[in-house]
């Protein structure tokens, strides 16, 4: 516990000194494994990240591991197995052989105890002749074991149309661009486009951004970056999924690149993010622009009764090899109730709850699962702010423009909401007094300092700004 609690403080500082972007690009899936005679074993998922952390940020990590894991004197990056199980509760259909995944759970990242079967193999993209490999596909992602809400019904339908357009047909929706928090399905959604379209005998290549980045990087270095070019651009669909941690400007000009000749040439492109494209600040504004073009969809959060359906749906998948394991409507509503965030704590609940009924020998009663799912309610974090969203607000509040906060105004009516707005941005977000300077439109990170300093003097003199400032933030927080 002492050494995860260590870990913790070693991510919290590395994100508050780099920033939540770079933190959640290059160390947001860096883990410590073990400490062995005082070195810290840490593992990130592709060889892109370690050359990249090593490259830049290597003295840094061992610096902060150090001071926060008592006994550690160095660290040693490597790339996880490939092949590690990840295994997970999977969701079983009325009618269907055997047991399906739910929208939001990732293989690779929702793990569970010795309920869970065993995945089925993994059958890798279609690659062209010349043997361009993708990442992998899961084949229980489809459309077929994707559970379809309020919330993700426009996205489904979207999905679904661009997998089974007709063919010679042009495209309808180019690129396709799904964005949504964590856990709620883009994955699902952008394997099963690449199955459907795979069936129809196209060839699909399915990447992340890492393995677009290590790609590229790979070809320049082998010198067959023109032959990486031609064979990405000789596909049906490219599915690209988690553009946000896209880094590096001449990859990103690449991937531009890329984009413009499959959509100029007729072929389909679908896209996932965490965020609107918009709001992607570390891309060029070019890719910005190119994925705004085509059809932005939203994935919003689970709803009550899409939660619910998740749940009785895992549940029916543990009972496959527990039978004894029943969970009544009412616990079933009260873990709905209480859990709201995403699919993955969904299935941790379930895990919970299948723990407590097979250890204890006791059925699940509200009783029992308030108390199995306890961390899990009480792990939920503040809403996260972004500046986006306190710059929307102030401007609407202030009935000014979102451009006017950013440009160079400098009337009474627009001075004030821009200095209120970095102000809120500097208390409520972890943002460098340079990267909310950027944010505003390129401004020095000693304009940033002026602004709230000068909010703060004026909130304490001026009970009407002060009650302002504090509903902003309210409104925020909720």
């Given at each position: 516990?002492?050494?995860?609690?260590?870990?913790?403080?070693?991510?919290?500082?590395?994100?508050?000194?780099?920033?939540?972007?770079?933190?959640?690009?290059?160390?947001?899936?860096?883990?410590?494994?073990?400490?062995?005679?005082?070195?810290a074993q840490l593992s990130v998922p592709t060889r892109f990240l370690k050359s990249w952390i090593q490259?830049?940020?290597?003295?840094?990590?061992?610096?902060?591991?150090?001071?926060?894991?008592?006994?550690?004197?160095?660290?040693?990056?490597?790339?996880?197995?490939a092949q590690r199980p990840a295994i997970r509760v999977a969701a079983v259909e009325s009618g269907a052989g055997g047991p399906r995944p739910q929208p939001g759970m990732r293989s690779s990242e929702s793990k569970v105890g010795a309920s869970a079967p065993s995945p089925e193999r993994i059958q890798p993209a279609l690659a062209d002749?010349?043997?361009?490999?993708?990442?992998?596909?899961?084949?229980?992602?489809?459309?077929?074991?994707?559970?379809?809400?309020?919330?993700?019904?426009?996205?489904?339908?979207?999905g679904e149309r661009v997998a089974r357009i007709e063919a010679g047909a042009p495209p309808l929706y180019n690129p396709l661009y799904v964005h949504s928090a964590v856990g709620l399905g883009k994955t699902h959604l952008l394997q099963a486009v690449a199955h459907e379209v795979i069936a129809s005998g196209k060839r699909v290549i399915y990447l992340t951004a890492d393995r677009f980045m290590y790609g590229f990087v790979a070809a320049l270095k082998a010198q067959t970056a023109i032959a990486f070019k031609e064979r990405l651009r000789g596909i049906d669909l490219l599915v690209i999924?988690?553009?946000?941690?896209?880094?590096?400007?001449?990859?990103?000009?690449?991937?531009?690149?890329?984009?413009?000749?499959?959509?100029?040439?007729?072929?389909?492109?679908?896209?996932?993010?965490?965020?609107?494209?918009?709001?992607?600040?570390?891309?060029d504004e070019r890719?910005?622009?190119?994925?705004?073009?085509?059809?932005?969809?939203?994935?919003?959060?689970?709803?009550?009764?899409?939660?619910?359906?998740?749940?009785?749906?895992?549940i029916a998948a543990a009972r496959v090899h527990h039978q004894s394991f029943e969970v009544s409507p009412a616990v079933v509503g009260y873990v709905a109730r209480m859990i709201t965030t995403n699919g993955r704590?969904?299935?941790?609940?379930?895990?919970?709850?299948?723990?407590?009924?097979?250890?204890?020998?006791?059925?699940?009663?509200?009783?029992?699962?308030?108390?199995?799912?306890?961390?899990?309610?009480?792990?939920?974090?503040?809403?996260?702010?972004?500046?986006?969203?306190?710059?929307?607000?102030?401007?609407?509040?202030?009935?000014?423009?979102?451009?006017?906060?950013?440009?160079?105004?400098?009337?009474?009516?627009?001075?004030?909401?821009?200095?209120?707005?970095?102000?809120?941005?500097?208390?409520?977000?972890?943002?460098?007094?340079?990267?909310?300077?950027?944010?505003?439109?390129?401004?020095?990170?000693?304009?940033?300092?002026?602004?709230?300093?000068?909010?703060?003097?004026?909130v304490q003199a001026d009970p009407s700004l002060r009650d302002d400032v504090e509903l902003l933030k309210r409104m925020l927080q909720e």
């Open positions: 516990m002492d050494r995860d609690e260590a870990w913790d403080r070693v991510r919290r500082r590395l994100r508050a000194e780099l920033g939540d972007d770079v933190f959640s690009s290059w160390f947001g899936r860096l883990d410590l494994v073990e400490v062995i005679d005082g070195v490259a830049h940020y290597l003295d840094r990590v061992r610096t902060l591991v150090s001071a926060e894991c008592e006994g550690v004197a160095e660290i040693n990056l490597f790339v996880r197995s002749a010349d043997g361009l490999q993708g990442s992998p596909l899961d084949r229980r992602l489809t459309f077929s074991s994707f559970l379809v809400g309020r919330s993700n019904a426009l996205a489904h339908a979207a999924d988690d553009v946000q941690f896209l880094q590096g400007k001449s990859i990103q000009q690449e991937f531009c690149h890329t984009i413009n000749a499959l959509i100029d040439a007729g072929r389909q492109v679908v896209i996932a993010a965490d965020r609107a494209p918009g709001e992607l600040e570390s891309l890719v910005r622009s190119r994925l705004a073009g085509g059809l932005v969809v939203e994935m919003g959060s689970l709803d009550e009764q899409l939660r619910i359906k998740i749940l009785e749906t895992r704590d969904l299935d941790g609940a379930v895990n919970r709850l299948l723990a407590h009924t097979t250890l204890s020998g006791s059925s699940a009663t509200v009783e029992s699962a308030e108390t199995a799912i306890r961390d899990l309610v009480r792990s939920r974090e503040p809403k996260k702010v972004r500046i986006e969203d306190i710059q929307k607000l102030v401007a609407t509040h202030y009935n000014v423009s979102r451009a006017d906060i950013l440009s160079s105004r400098r009337s009474a009516g627009v001075v004030k909401p821009r200095q209120i707005a970095m102000y809120l941005s500097k208390q409520l977000t972890l943002r460098s007094l340079p990267e909310i300077g950027r944010r505003f439109g390129g401004r020095d990170h000693t304009t940033v300092l002026h602004a709230v300093r000068k909010i703060e003097g004026c």
